[in-house]
C-alpha cells in the first residue's frame, strides 16, 4: 500500500515529462576540426562564441585545426623531469651549496654534534 506523500511517476533524479515544453536550447554551431591523423572532428558551440583555434582530437590526442589542407603539427611529448631537475632550473650551484650547509649545520644542531 502506497504511503500518501509519494508522487506517483516521480523518482530521485528524475526529469521533467516534456522538456522540449520547459526550456529551449541556446542557438549552436557545429565547427569542424582535422588533425594530422585525418581524424575529423565535430563540436558544438554557442553561436555568438568564437572558436578555439586549435582543439584536441579524442582519438589520437593530437592537436586539430580548422583547415583540413594544413592541420596543426605533431605535439612535442617533453620528457619526465624529477624534482631534482626542477630544482636544479630554479638554483644555481653556488645556491644549492649554501642550502645543503645550512641544512646539514641545522642537522647537526639538533644531534647535539659540533
Known sequence: MPSGNVIR??????TP????ERS???????????C???????????????AP???????????AGPD?????GRVRTEPYKSHLAYVKERRTPE??????????AALRQRRGGA
Open 17 to 20: 515529462q516534456r522538456p522540449a
Open 95 to 104: 645556491q644549492g651549496e649554501a642550502i645543503l650547509a645550512e641544512a646539514l
Open 24 to 34: 529551449v536550447p541556446a542557438p549552436r554551431r557545429a565547427v569542424a576540426y582535422w
Open 9 to 14: 511517476g516521480a523518482r530521485v533524479g528524475s
Open 36 to 50: 594530422r591523423n585525418d581524424h575529423r572532428i565535430e563540436i558544438l558551440i554557442a553561436a555568438e562564441a568564437e
Open 68 to 72: 583540413a589542407q594544413n592541420p596543426p
Open 53 to 63: 583555434p586549435v582543439w584536441d582530437c579524442p582519438h589520437c590526442g593530437q592537436p
